[in-house]
Nanobody, 116 residues
């Protein structure tokens, strides 16, 4: 499975961005996908995740009510709509796929910068 993210950029606090992650290859093996982020000097954290079949989503507390994860199975694409962005959301955002046989795949990351 190959993952390619897009949609990062720089915005002011309160703004919005939408990230996309396109999966290719053995996408039939994907069970769930998620967005992680890593800020400078911090460990990578799970932001949101979604099951590939049922579309059940979950979020870390700090983004609940502001971020929405979704997927389009026909396009093999996952999205992260980020609203009301805060400076503390600044990080490199990574797309992750969890597949059969406990295999994990990662995208290259996309930078999100929120200025105050």
């Amino acid at each position: 499975v190959q993952l390619v993210e897009s949609g990062g950029g720089s915005v002011q606090a309160g703004g919005s961005l939408r990230l996309s992650c396109v999966a290719s290859g053995s996408t039939f093996s994907i069970n769930a996908m998620g967005w992680y982020r890593q800020a400078p000097g911090k460990s990578r954290e799970l932001v949101a995740a979604i099951t590939w079949g049922g579309g059940i989503a979950d979020y870390t507390d700090s983004v609940k009510g502001r971020f929405t994860i979704s997927r389009d199975n026909a396009k093999n694409t996952m999205y992260l709509q980020m609203n009301t962005l805060k400076p503390e959301d600044t990080a490199v955002y990574y797309c992750n796929a969890y597949a059969r046989f406990q295999r994990e795949y990662w995208g290259q990351g996309t930078q999100v910068t929120v200025s105050s």
